[in-house]
Every structure is written in C-alpha cells, then in structure tokens.
C-alpha cells in the first residue's frame, strides 16, 4: 500500500494562503470521507487539524480548512503565522487488506 | 484532559525485543479502539497496528505482521506492544493514538526505538 501523495514543501508569506494536496484512489480517499489533517511541529507529536475532510477540533483555528474532491484532498490554510510553520500530514480511512490507516509522506510549510 | 504517555523504548541490537507501554488517563480506555503509529527519523508517519476496545481484534501493517503484538490491559488503562525480531528499520519513534470514528484524535508524545548493534 503506497502513502497518500503529497508535495515535499510548500511556502507563503505571513498573511497569504497555502493549499496541500494530498492525493490517493478510490480505496481511501476518494472512497470515504474519513480524511484527517496533522501538524507536526520539530519534536513534537502529531496534532488534529481537521477531520472527516473538513471539520475542526475544538480549538483549532478557523483559518485551518479542509476539502475533497474525487481522490485529491487539500488543507488551505488562510491568514498565514510563523506558528503555522510545521511539517502537514493527511491520513485517510483505507479498505486496502494491508492496513486500515494510510498516511502522506508529509509537507513542510516554510511561512517566509 | 486526555493524556497518552509511552514507554519502553531504548537501544536494542537487531534480532532482539522490546516491549512499549502507553499510559492512558482522562479518558473511559475500555471504550476507544486504539493504534500504534511510528516515524523513523527524518522521515512521516506510518501506522503500524490498531486493537479494538476489548482486545478481540487487532490488526497489522505487512511490514511488522508476525513480529508485533499489540494488546491492552483495560483494568491496568494501558496499551501494549510487544515487538520481537527487531530490525533497523523499526527504528522510530512509537507514538500510541486513541482512535474516536476513525480518527487519531489524540497522540502521546512517543518513545524512541533504536536498533542497532
């Protein structure tokens, strides 16, 4: 089962908006709308950004928001912060017999 | 306050065992599926194995499939996994992740495996 696909790097100014893809088939996130968004910052443990594609925990930033269309999935992230600078992984639901949870391999946001 | 607290890991030469242990409070353990999730360094996530709330299913990625254990002690609110013929390239940091409508909602802060001779 190969990892979700999603681009190394991606950057943007404070203040701007940034979109991650996160692109995988039919068997996980075209297929179910269990599409979860994480922030990972140096050291430290995943956080839930989004989940179920577009939905935020209490507490998260409404400048955090997630989407989905046929198997690509995206988390745009508007009015850009330093905090903000991490590393974003997807995760979706998968029916693959091999696992249950498949991950993207991760994009390090660089706010310059 | 949800708190998910690992241990166990260390310095291991391959071919060897380790047991993690993850720690859970403030929340109703015997109620939540839960997963082991692991990240070599420099590199993502990968998950690795997932038990139901009362231990009757679990289930593996390929690449520790007959090697890792995972299991739980709900009386004890602790998630175990028992991980034999060690390899280098298990060499990560273990985070446990308790599991609400297949979502990681909450993470431990990990424990580092290093496999080395």
């Known amino acids: 089962q190969s990892a979700l696909t999603q681009p190394a790097s991606v950057s943007g100014s404070p203040g701007q908006s940034i979109t991650i893809s996160c692109t995988g088939t039919?068997?996980?996130?075209?297929?179910?709308?269990?599409v979860s968004w994480y922030q990972q910052h140096p050291g430290k443990a995943p956080k839930l950004m989004i989940y179920?594609?577009?939905n935020r925990p209490s507490g998260v930033s409404n400048r955090f928001s997630g989407s989905k269309s046929g198997n690509t999935a995206s988390l745009t992230i508007s009015g850009l912060q330093a905090e903000d600078e991490a590393d974003y992984y997807c995760s979706s639901y998968t029916s693959s017999s091999t696992l249950e949870v498949v991950f993207g391999g991760g994009t390090k946001l660089t706010v310059l | 306050e949800v708190q998910l607290v690992e241990s166990g890991g260390g310095l291991v030469q391959p071919g060897g065992s380790l047991r993690l242990s993850c720690a859970a409070s403030g929340f109703t353990f015997s109620s939540y599926w839960m997963h082991w999730v692991r990240q070599a360094p420099g590199k993502g996530l990968v998950w690795v194995s997932r038990i139901n709330s009362d231990g009757s299913s679990t289930s593996y990625a390929d690449s520790v499939k007959g090697r890792f254990t995972i299991s739980r002690d709900n009386a004890k609110n602790t998630l175990y996994l028992q991980m034999n013929s060690l390899r280098a390239e298990d060499t990560a940091v273990y985070y446990c992740a308790r599991e609400t409508r297949i979502t990681m909602t909450d993470w431990g802060q990990g424990t580092l495996v290093t496999v080395s001779s």
């Open positions: 179920d594609v577009s």
């Open positions: 039919s068997s996980d996130v075209g297929g179910y709308n269990y």
